[in-house]
């Protein structure tokens, strides 16, 4: 059990009473026994919406938590923010995304602390005398990825040429994530290590209707990605501890119906504001070992002009499942750049805490866009 995991329990005796740490602990933690709780707490909140499952979900906003090889797939800038509350312990989380020409990489506080971090805060603890201790675990990590069919369309494009048809409808993409874990009391590092992921991921489609103006179009997805991968551990109380492996499949299909708008808006504004219906449906069933368990994750998302978004998931096995559901609302500026903000609602069977809510914010920029349409 991990600095953070005695923490709460101390905590929770302190609040409660004995009786009310195994109930809390389950309300929290991703798993009954976990070293280093942080590394098993999926940041996105656009994910959480979906029941946790976005190992392969391809499109908008990419979890390079689930799968490093999503970040391939991003164009531009962007930054996100995401917050979660679990009454003892709060969850933030904050990463760029840099992505174009079918290369892509995210930071959170690696190499620059600066540049974003994801932290689990502990409750602080009042020891009289105008003292007090806190504990809090974070994670700086950075991670890349490469889309072989966007790098051949890079290469294409940079030669005067046309993109390969075969890169409209095929692509394989791979990443790989590097996790710097510290376990702090106070203000003293007491724990340290680092820890590695890497994914791939497969997608395929095209358009499987042309009425004239409107076209509907179809893309499937699958992707494996393993978390803590290697033979990783964190050095706590003075001892090395191996991190729990987590492996993960995921499918993903999205279909998506688009025609041209109609209205008096200016058409490099309304040009952000497709597809004009979208619907995605995804499964990841995950595997951790130490201890061995297993799970299964179940999501949809329909989003309307990519203003408005809702989402539905579920996950779990037996009898402690989660459900949950999201909202979101985007501003794109046509293909310039934008703002967004999601609200994720998880409902649980197990613990004390019969729900947690998530938020975040995001803004994103695609500078070659801009430069493009300026020449």
Known sequence: MSRISVFLVMAGVAFGGSLVVPALAASIFPTESIVAPVLGFDPSTRSIGMGGASTAV?????????????????????????????????????RFVLGGGGLGFATSGRPLRGLGQLSLDGPSLDLGGGESISLSEGVRSWSLAGSLAGLWSAWSRRGGHESPRLTRVLDVAAGYSENAVEERLSDDLMGSGVVHDWGVLGRAGGTVWNGGEARLHLKVATAYAVRNAGRDAIDEFGSPTSTPRQERVGLAARATLDRPWDSRLPAWLSEGWHPIVSLGVVYDPVRASSPSSRFDAWGAELALAGLMVG????????????HSWGLGVALPLGHFGGASYDYARTEQTDGLIDHVTRSSFGVWLDPLAIWRARR
């Open 311 to 322: 989402r539905l998931g579920h996950s779990g096995s037996g009898d402690v499942v989660k």
């Open 58 to 94: 391809f499109w908008a906003s990419p979890n390079s938590w689930a799968n490093p090889a999503l970040i391939a797939t991003t164009r531009g800038v962007r930054f996100e923010h995401d917050d979660a509350d679990f009454d003892l312990a709060h969850l933030h989380a904050s």
